[in-house]
């Protein structure tokens, strides 16, 4: 048992989760709405690890359900973009809603941020209402690569040494 708590304090550690952080009232005069959030919707750490498991394999599992419907570029881009919001939502379970939000707004991943969600949206929309399997796939291949940079922009230095790498393989002169 003591192994067991000794795993979920280093999870704990691991993800930046301190110890007493969701038994402190936030301060009443600067509550906004994810401190509202917080507040009403506190789980202890075994509950976090869960919904986190769950919500990123059910994201996973989307996401590579959708291969089976390839072809069909609709339902494909639905599935897809599906899993990955999943995907992304689960690590608001581990480190809560406000983190996970002021993290996306931080600066260093802003457009990262921006780009990513205004593709998952385009992907929706050709999906959904468009109707269009060019345009689909095309926001699907947009959708990847900005899940890959938003990705990146959690490693220190990862999005400046691909930009470097990529620079270097594209590059013409001799």
């Known amino acids: 048992m003591d192994r067991m708590r000794d795993a979920l304090e280093r999870a704990k550690m691991l993800v930046g989760m301190e110890f007493d952080e969701e038994s402190a009232p936030p301060p009443p005069e600067e509550q906004s709405f994810f401190d509202d959030i917080n507040r009403h919707c506190t789980l202890n750490t075994t509950q976090r690890l869960y919904g986190f498991a769950i919500c990123l394999a059910a994201g996973l599992t989307c996401t590579f359900l959708s291969m089976i419907v390839f072809f069909n570029p609709v339902k494909f881009g639905v599935t897809f973009t599906l899993g990955n919001a999943m995907a992304l939502g689960s690590t608001a379970f581990l480190i809560g809603p406000k983190r ?21 949206i385009i992907s929706l929309f050709c999906a959904l209402l468009v109707h269009s399997k060019l345009l689909t796939l095309l926001a699907i291949v947009l959708e990847f690569g900005a899940l890959i940079w938003y990705s990146l922009s959690y490693i220190p230095f990862a999005r400046s040494v691909v930009s470097k790498v990529m620079a270097s393989c594209f590059d013409t002169e001799f």
């Not at 996970?100 to 998952?120: E, N």
């Open 100 to 120: 996970q939000f002021d993290m996306m707004l931080d600066p260093v991943r802003i457009y990262a941020t921006a780009i990513y969600i205004a593709s998952i």
